[in-house]
């Protein structure tokens, strides 16, 4: 193995995603043939030298796993949690691979969910410049007139930043509405301040769709490992959604919404 990047050695190794390894040298915790390094564009190679996190040793994986979890409410998207919380990869009984989350779901929110050891298929799925579409069924305590619809689907600023072009569709009318979302971005809570931007709290939130890829039968907290084939389809993606925006989605599409009648 050539010498590259420490973070993305840590990264195929399993241990974290790239964006956590870099947090894990920044913090000292990352060391090389017994030396701290804490410089990002330090390169090493795993063949030849000893590369340790946290006083363990690395090893490249023996095959690469690529998994999909339904994940819980209440729930944390972390290897640990220091309060004692339930943590998702709790839930991966029997798989003998160190893997880690691509992204997150926040502690109150369900629904699908990656894991895998490979740090290149875990940087496609998560870089900024990605957009892999996501889709989740969201439950709002109202509903949005038609005019915020359209601020909805165009971009509105949160935090004193436009979110990116969104799919909106109701799917279900009553009191407490149920809508389809459709993001190309991840950034943390955006449903929830989107629709706090309107005056709205999100009741419950289900990550239905990443990609082509759906939770299927899964039930909570069940996981299964994912087709070569499925894997190859999430890394062809088509990465940015089209310019136009309509009522129905960002790209035009329905997209399938036969979880709804599934959240209980």
């Known amino acids: 193995m050539a010498l590259e990047r420490l973070q993305k050695i840590i990264s195929t190794a399993g241990v974290a995603s790239r964006r956590k390894a870099e947090e894990f040298i920044l913090a000292g915790q ?16 795993l063949d030849t030298d ?14 690469k796993v690529y998994i999909a979890l339904y994940k819980p409410i209440n729930t944390v998207t972390t290897l640990s949690d220091p309060q004692g919380r339930p943590t998702v990869t709790e839930l991966l009984r029997g798989v003998k691979e160190r893997v880690y989350p691509v992204g997150r779901l926040d502690y109150h929110s369900e629904g699908l969910l990656l894991f895998t050891n490979d740090g290149d298929f875990a940087n496609k799925m998560t ?6 579409p996501k889709t989740y069924l969201v439950k709002v305590n109202g509903r949005l007139a038609h005019e915020q619809e359209e601020d909805f689907r165009h971009g ?22 149920w809508y389809e979302v459709r993001l190309f971005e991840g950034r943390k809570n955006q449903i929830r301040m989107m629709f706090r931007h309107f005056g709205f709290l999100v009741e419950k939130l289900k990550r239905v769709r990443i990609g082509g890829l759906t939770l299927g039968s899964l039930k ?9 084939e499925e894997v190859q389809r999430l890394e062809r993606t088509p990465r940015r959604p089209k310019a136009s925006v309509d009522g129905r989605d960002v790209d035009g599409r329905d997209v399938d919404g036969r979880d709804v009648d599934e959240r209980g």
């Not at 935090?159 to 509405?177: C, V």
């Not at 909570?220 to 070569?228: H, M, N």
């Open 30 to 45: 990352v060391t090389v043939n017994g030396a701290v390094v804490t410089e990002l564009g330090t390169k090493a190679d």
């Open 50 to 63: 000893h590369i340790k996190v946290n006083g363990k040793l690395l090893h490249a994986p023996k095959q």
């Open 127 to 132: 870089a900024k410049e990605s957009h892999v």
């Open 156 to 177: 509105i600023y949160v935090e004193g930043q436009r979110t990116a072009a969104a799919g909106l569709k109701l799917i279900r009318a009553a009191d407490n509405p």
């Open 220 to 228: 909570p907290g069940e996981f299964r490992y994912l087709l070569p």
